[in-house]
Nanobody, 122 residues
């Protein structure tokens, strides 16, 4: 059974940075494309970005491009989302997700974490 556990969320001020972690267990981490999503209060789930199994390629939505960075360490079964220059609009529950398909797209994720709250105050 594949499990994903996010951590690192919290309350920060606008302009601050935060780094989220997602640890995967129960599967072969290096098989997975990993994605990050977020869901703000009253809104639908939004794709943030993704990283290939090898870490060789990443994709970011325009709303976070240049501010957020996704990285991974296959030896640690961990993927990170580093968030810089945070703004109140980044406030959301952040989720990591895993899929077998090698595509940096929002669809087709097989496994999901429980989410971690990020709140950015102005």
């Amino acid at each position: 059974q594949v499990q994903l556990v996010e951590s690192g969320g919290g309350l920060v001020q606008a302009g601050d940075s935060l780094k989220l972690s997602c640890v995967v267990s129960g599967g072969t981490f290096s098989d997975y494309t990993m994605g990050w999503f977020r869901q703000a209060p009253g809104k639908g789930r939004e794709f943030v970005g993704a990283i290939y199994w090898s870490g060789s390629s990443t994709y970011y939505e325009d709303s976070v491009l240049g501010r957020f960075t996704i990285s991974r360490d296959n030896a640690k079964n961990t993927v990170w989302l580093e968030m810089n220059k945070l703004v109140p609009e980044d406030t959301a529950v952040y989720y990591c997700a895993a899929k077998m398909r090698p595509a940096l797209t929002p669809s087709g994720y097989d496994y999901w974490g429980q989410g971690t709250q990020v709140t950015v105050s102005s």
